[in-house]
């Protein structure tokens, strides 16, 4: 790529910390699996940590590929045939009643057929943003018909093209030059790749298109609405609807990056979009202005609870903060519900709708682990997150049991918007509650089995989502396998005691990895406990604020894995991907 301002190369959540974190986590790693005098008694426990040493050893790998499509982990395809002139305009007569064409409010059947004009039909060629904007634009309609297209046959070719245009897409912007002047299509052109790199898995890639998109609206005064006073009306909701588009993307890597946005709330006076607004259909307005509420309130927990400036508050102060973000995502949540139970199923996409319904409160109660987190107090071996987390991973669960039906591009959105941006909290919460209680964790040991069947399912979406697969089967897989050795050691010692261990450091094999768990984002309870009592904020007694950032950090670190060629033993069982 011409511009090194775009290119994930110069990601900073790859920092110093991180490389250190990293290389202290290989060597205990190493210590645990090579030196420890129990490990050679497991030979699937000595698989397993052998392979999350491998993985933290990918932690200072930069991500340096520009492609969307998977680099690895699901093969390429031959790339079809380009597209004929017959099937352009057919592509261009089913626009208008698409979902795509649906919530792209700036188009017109005649804006979009003189851009499909410019890049298939003029002579001289169109510059990298306006290729960008219609390979982008063709990939959303052909993965769209691919899946709801009656023609079975168009359906297949519209897969096909699909691949074309991620193709083509990957050419244009790594033809994009340094300095782009702001315009609204370029904006557009830069949000679009952005979303379509997030549904290839390519996470740092999308963090800078979408970098770039809202430093556009920021220059075009999108975020003012004094800058709009002459525009019509419609006029007007196009940009604001632009611009919160922009900010989703711009505020959607808080959590999942650790990365601070471009856009900030206090430089905002655009209104949200209403629900009346005929921008969009309604059921869609309701969700996309949940989520745009959520990626900021994300934004705020990351600011007020992780950073290391809010982990020198005192405890009173991180429990206030904490309080008062809970009652904001809560109210996000009641305005959610509130809206949605005013507007009309959809007729057509009702399906999508509940799905997203799902996926927003898997979305709510994820964020809320993340918040109930920060709340730690020494006195107790349970964290206040514990019930968030379990209620997101069964939501999880249960969304693909009932909607298992929808289109395979709904799904893939699900993938990459929801599992894979959502705050890996609920896993790691639950997978810590397992280690501090071995002798009481089936249930917990069944919801993350349950879990990771639900992930292996939907690895066929993307080379991301089989990493989150074989990530959580690691882990999965050790929490077990951990279990049994505690379990097998209390009755090789007469007697099985089914109570707590917080003691539980210092065991062969397994306990030796709390440094490295705790690196990538799996802590083991410190000494004397971990998070919060019973009631979510009860208790005040002193914590070490510093553990909290190694956690945050440690599963930055863990999502930083999602797109690293992971290597794991063939014993291990991942096996194909169909």
């Given amino acids: ?168 897409l990957e050419q244009a912007v790594a033809e994009l030059k340094l300095i782009i002047p702001a315009s609204a299509e370029a904006a557009y052109a830069l949000a679009m790749a952005a979303g379509i790199a997030v549904n290839q898995g390519k996470a740092h890639l999308a963090l800078s298109l979408s970098s770039h998109a809202a430093s556009m609206v920021l220059s075009l005064g999108y975020h003012r609405l004094s800058t709009m006073q002459s525009d019509t009306d419609y006029a007007r909701q196009v940009k604001i609807s632009l611009f919160w588009m922009v900010y989703w993307f711009d505020t959607s890597f808080s959590v999942r990056l650790g990365h601070a946005p471009v856009i900030r709330d206090y430089d905002i006076t655009v209104p949200r979009l209403s629900s009346c607004s005929s921008i969009m259909p309604s059921a869609f307005l309701v969700a996309f202005n949940y989520s745009t509420t959520l990626s900021g309130l994300q934004c705020q927990v990351v600011e007020q609870l992780y950073s290391p400036l809010a982990l020198r508050q005192s405890v009173d102060e991180r429990h206030t903060r904490a309080s008062r973000l809970m009652v904001a995502l809560e109210e996000a949540l009641n305005e959610r519900q509130l809206a949605a139970s005013t507007v009309p199923q959809e007729p057509v996409f009702g399906g999508i709708q509940m799905l997203f319904e799902e996926s927003d409160a898997v979305m709510h109660h994820s964020t809320a682990a993340l918040i109930q987190h920060a ?31 929808l289109p395979d591009f709904v799904w893939s959105g699900h993938c990459h918007w929801t599992l894979l941006k959502a705050p890996i909290t609920p896993f790691t919460v639950t997978f810590c509650h397992i280690i501090a209680h071995p002798f009481m964790a089936d249930a917990d040991m069944g919801l993350l089995a349950d879990y990771v069947a639900t992930l292996k399912d939907l690895r066929r979406f993307s080379d991301g989502m089989i990493k989150m697969y074989r990530l959580c089967d690691v882990f999965c897989k050790v929490a077990t396998l951990y279990v049994h050795a505690k379990i097998n050691e209390a009755k090789q010692g007469g007697q099985v005691e089914y109570h707590d261990t917080p003691a539980w450091i210092g ?41 909290l950032l190694d956690w945050y950090e440690g599963n930055n670190s863990l999502m930083g894995f999602l797109e690293q060629d992971l290597t794991f033993p063939g014993d291990l069982g991942y096996g194909d991907t169909a």
């Fill in 1 to 168: 790529m011409n511009s090194p301002a775009i290119s994930p190369n110069n990601d900073t959540a790859y920092d110093a910390t991180t490389l250190t974190q990293s290389a202290v986590a290989s060597r205990l790693i190493e210590q645990a699996v090579v030196n420890s005098p129990g490990a050679y008694q497991n030979a699937e426990l000595v698989a397993a940590l052998h392979s999350l040493r491998d993985m933290v050893g990918k932690i200072d790998e930069v991500p340096s590929s520009t492609e969307l499509d998977p680099p690895h982990g699901l093969a390429k395809a031959e790339q079809p045939e380009p597209p004929t002139e017959e099937e352009i305009e057919r592509l261009l007569r089913k626009a208008e009643g698409s979902l795509t064409f649906k919530l792209s409010p700036e188009l017109t059947l005649p804006i979009l057929k003189d851009k499909f004009d410019s890049v298939f039909r003029r002579i001289e060629a169109a510059d990298a943003i306006r290729q960008v904007y219609v390979y982008g634009l063709l990939w959303n309609l052909c993965t769209e018909f691919g899946d709801l297209e009656p023609d079975v046959a168009f359906a297949a070719r519209c897969k096909g093209l699909a691949r074309l245009f991620t193709a083509r």
């Fill in 507 to 547: 065991q062969p094999a397994v306990n030796d990895i709390d440094g490295y768990l705790s690196t990538i984002g799996f802590a083991p309870p410190p000494p004397g406990g971990i998070d919060g009592g019973p009631d979510m904020f009860g208790g005040n007694e002193d914590f070490d604020a510093s553990f």
């Fill in 375 to 405: 709340t730690m107090s020494a006195t107790s071996s349970d964290s206040p997150a514990l019930g968030s987390a379990r209620r997101a991973l069964r939501l999880n669960v249960d969304a693909w049991k009932n909607h298992k039906h």
